[in-house]
């Protein structure tokens, strides 16, 4: 059974919280962690970082492919064309865990003068370099590589942190996209069929589900876990998936599409009396298709859900109707909405425009995260962070 989510915390405005802006190069204020001195020195970066190797702590540079932090802040990976590393935020940035493969041959461990050998399944070799996306929790890494979704331990004793404990393929598709909820009890990999007619999926795992029955056993398979859920919806040969997010409840998904002729689309998927659904898709305009000339923008670069604020203050109280929805978003168009409450409309819901996050004669925000702690929003632009 998955764990409960914690009562929500009041939010206290007296807490200190970081500065409302600052240009990752020239921020003069000390960042609350050292897991954000990393954020910041990878938005600097951009595509390398250097990392102290084996016995002779002699820096080397590696390529960049992803990175993913979890929920909590306490542990975030790098991911390169060779390897990942599994890093703890706190005291201080240290490597917990991290994996190597080539072919059949895959290797982890804590210390690389000191991998322990595993050979994936006999039908299945591990290439980095096709790697598609990535998901963190405190507990697991999920990788995604064309039709599989692989799942690595992250922490436990010697011999276990960095091990492959799943290979789940998808038949007749491809995975788009991975997200764990807020509390590590659920991991979603969102999939596109490859049918002639289109088609859309998602698949929940239980993250119960990944631990090993016994200390050496073989690694699992979809086949192994007996409470996956599956859910499917029409897709469309012209939208694609680019971006999806958990709600801070564990019981919404998200997802954000591509843009075409102004408009992306959202679907939502809902947990309700124990089964997932697919409460909907609708569109919505991100940039504007009537300034043809201005239709410039990558459109939805970034999704994200929360729960409003005002609703701490009442104990027990549904927050249906405080549920709300904001995205991050590239696009010239000054007036277009990126913050919306859900209304439950029946079987279905819209989106009503709330607020305007990011003002001004267009955006260019690349990510968006929501503090439900803080009640506080981050936006990554092209110019810096905003909270």
Known sequence: MAAALPDPPVYDPSECLPPTHFSPSTCATEPESPAAVHVIALVESHSTYNIHVGTNNKPR???IQFTAISASGGHFVIVTKREFRVFNTLPAPSVIAMGTAKGWKYQYGTEEDNLYLQFAPPDEGIDFSAFSSVA?????????????VMIFKTSGREGEAGRL???????????TGLTFSADGSRLVSLWSGNWSNPSEAARIYPTSEFVPSTERSEVKTSQHMMHIEEVLWPGSYIYKPRCMAFSWKGDMVAIATNHVSGTAQITILKLAHGKWFCWGTILIKVVNPGWPQKMRGDGVTGISLYISPQSWILVNHSFQNDECLVLSLESSHPDVPDCFQIIHEGPRFRLQPRTRIATGKGTSNVAIAVSQRYAAMALLSKEGIHL
């Open 61 to 63: 540079a590696h390529s």
């Open 165 to 175: 404990l799943v290979c789940d393929t998808i038949p007749n598709g491809s995975v």
């Open 136 to 148: 963190l929790s405190d507990e697991y890494l999920a990788i995604a590589a064309n039709r599989k």
